[in-house]
């Protein structure tokens, strides 16, 4: 890989030749991938890209650690559409609010970005077993990406994982162990068992790549929004990986002069669970909180890519966002009747922060602002219920009908 220099720990600084296993740092330190930027530059530009058809991740090989001769995974991932949200900014009173509704990956959420990733380097490394642990969403984006590549998956998840995201495993074929306990529990057994078979890790604080294919979302929103720069980026976070990913595609655009700016990121996180932003907030190191939230997927209470999330906070000047579990549950049926997107609960938290921030003022009034929605509502369906309410059940009877209208309040327009 010409534009490939190394590994990189970012806690000591020692570096590392980028083979296709690559996982962490002798000193327990996560590794960044670092490029030849001046390579790159030579051989990339806004007009090759844009003479390119295939509507993919893989259209940024470019900036992307893979061999020239690594084959494209074989589901389509990635170039999720962005919708500029006109009603709903009018709504929180900014300037413009575009919403990426990375849900549409094939697995319906933004883990397909590094499951792709993960597939792509093990078959690097010959690897026929993938495994990981996940409280959901890399799970199941694993076990479809391996599946249609002919890999043999081994996922953990915590025992509450919503059933959606379990029968999704199951269909794919993966063996699915439910473990009883905290995500912490999970990610410790899957661990173990990955050192003692020698199974290829697709677990996100281990091996560095994965958030090479979760910056991938950075780099179609700079492209659909034709390389202007918005001011605010807002997304969800659980285990800091796709918050570090994001300021990573930027910071990548941004060296070989794509763009001429990078802008804030606001990280989004549920109050129950806030290991990361509380450590912002205090200026103090993280500490392990409970995993009180009904937002699955960032509900990490002991974070393993915190030190690369910390550092894309810091380093973008970002604001961090609390929002309870009633703030997210709101934010769906605000995004579902403004925008027809439908989010899972964590995938709607970015929007709930926004949203806000809007009511705290902390937001200009003119400001650009994107919100990634990180995962489909159909992931948790139970949850969407819940907040959006059961619908009218009758008999089949005109008068019950009014009746019922009546009752709910329903004006019914001609």
């Given at each position: 890989?010409?534009?490939?220099?190394?590994?990189?720990?970012?806690?000591?600084?020692?570096?590392?030749?980028?083979?296709?296993?690559?996982?962490?740092?002798?000193c327990?330190?996560?590794?960044?991938?670092?490029?030849?930027?001046?390579?790159?530059?030579s051989?990339?530009?806004?007009d090759?890209?844009?003479?390119?058809?295939?509507?993919?991740m893989?259209?940024?090989?470019?900036?992307l650690?893979?061999?020239?001769?690594?084959?494209?995974?074989?589901l389509?991932?990635?170039w999720?559409?962005?919708?500029?949200?006109e009603?709903?900014a009018?709504?929180?009173?900014?300037?413009?609010?575009?919403?990426?509704d990375?849900?549409?990956?094939?697995?319906?959420?933004?883990?397909?970005?590094?499951?792709?990733?993960?597939?792509?380097?093990?078959?690097?490394a010959?690897a026929?077993?993938?495994?990981?642990?996940?409280?959901?969403?890399?799970?199941?984006?694993?076990a479809?990406?391996?599946?249609?590549?002919?890999?043999?998956?081994?996922?953990f998840?915590?025992?509450?994982?919503?059933?959606?995201?379990?029968?999704?495993?199951?269909?794919?074929?993966?063996?699915?162990?439910?473990?009883?306990g905290?995500?912490?529990?999970?990610?410790?057994?899957?661990?173990?068992?990955?050192?003692?078979w020698?199974?290829?890790?697709?677990?996100?604080?281990?091996n560095?790549?994965?958030?090479?294919?979760?910056?991938t979302?950075?780099?179609?929103?700079?492209?659909?929004?034709?390389?202007?720069?918005?001011d605010?980026?807002?997304?969800?976070?659980?285990?800091?990986?796709?918050?570090?990913?994001?300021?990573?595609?930027?910071?990548?655009?941004?060296?070989?002069?794509?763009?001429?700016r990078?802008?804030?990121?606001?990280?989004a996180?549920?109050?129950?669970?806030?290991?990361?932003?509380r450590?912002?907030?205090?200026?103090e190191p993280?500490?392990?909180?409970?995993?009180?939230?009904l937002?699955?997927?960032?509900?990490?209470?002991?974070?393993?890519?915190a030190d690369?999330?910390?550092?894309?906070?810091?380093e973008?000047?970002?604001?961090?966002?609390?929002?309870?579990?009633k703030?997210?549950?709101?934010?769906?049926?605000?995004l579902?009747?403004?925008?027809?997107?439908?989010?899972?609960p964590?995938?709607?938290?970015?929007?709930?922060?926004v949203?806000?921030l809007?009511?705290?003022?902390?937001?200009?009034k003119?400001?650009?602002v994107?919100?990634?929605?990180?995962?489909?509502?159909?992931?948790?369906v139970?949850?969407?219920?819940?907040?959006?309410?059961?619908?009218?059940?009758?008999?089949?009877?005109?008068?019950?009908?009014?009746?019922a209208?009546?009752?709910?309040?329903?004006?019914?327009?001609?």
């Amino acid at each position: 890989m010409k534009h490939v220099l190394y590994g990189k720990c970012v806690k000591c600084g020692k570096t590392y030749a980028a083979t296709p296993d690559l996982t962490t740092c002798e000193c327990g330190g996560i590794l960044d991938i670092t490029y030849d930027y001046d390579y790159i530059k030579s051989t990339f530009t806004k007009d090759t890209l844009a003479a390119r058809h295939s509507n993919s991740m893989w259209r940024y090989r470019e900036l992307l650690p893979v061999e020239p001769d690594t084959p494209d995974t074989p589901l389509r991932v990635g170039w999720s559409p962005l919708y500029e949200a006109e009603n709903l900014a009018r709504q929180l009173g900014i300037g413009k609010l575009y919403v990426k509704d990375d849900g549409l990956n094939p697995t319906a959420s933004l883990k397909d970005r590094a499951s792709a990733m993960a597939v792509a380097k093990a078959r690097e490394a010959g690897a026929k077993v993938i495994a990981c642990s996940s409280t959901g969403n890399a799970a199941s984006s694993l076990a479809g990406n391996a599946a249609a590549a002919g890999l043999k998956t081994y996922i953990f998840v915590p025992s509450r994982a919503p059933k959606g995201k379990v029968a999704q495993l199951m269909t794919f074929g993966a063996t699915v162990i439910s473990v009883q306990g905290s995500y912490e529990d999970t990610f410790e057994l899957s661990k173990q068992a990955i050192d003692r078979w020698g199974w290829y890790n697709r677990n996100a604080a281990i091996n560095p790549y994965l958030s090479e294919g979760k910056k991938t979302v950075a780099l179609e929103i700079m492209e659909q929004l034709n390389w202007q720069v918005p001011d605010y980026i807002a997304i969800s976070v659980g285990d800091g990986c796709t918050i570090a990913g994001l300021w990573k595609g930027l910071k990548d655009l941004y060296a070989i002069g794509f763009i001429d700016r990078l802008p804030r990121l606001i990280s989004a996180q549920a109050e129950g669970c806030c290991p990361l932003n509380r450590a912002i907030e205090t200026g103090e190191p993280w500490h392990p909180m409970e995993e009180n939230t009904l937002a699955d997927s960032i509900a990490v209470g002991v974070p393993r890519n915190a030190d690369k999330a910390l550092m894309a906070i810091r380093e973008s000047d970002g604001l961090t966002v609390n929002v309870s579990d009633k703030e997210i549950m709101a934010a769906q049926k605000l995004l579902g009747r403004t925008c027809g997107v439908f989010g899972e609960p964590a995938g709607v938290t970015g929007t709930a922060g926004v949203k806000k921030l809007c009511e705290q003022g902390k937001l200009e009034k003119d400001a650009t602002v994107v919100s990634v929605v990180t995962g489909n509502g159909l992931k948790d369906v139970a949850n969407a219920i819940q907040a959006c309410g059961e619908p009218i059940s009758i008999p089949s009877d005109m008068e019950l009908l009014l009746k019922a209208f009546a009752e709910h309040g329903i004006v019914v327009e001609e």
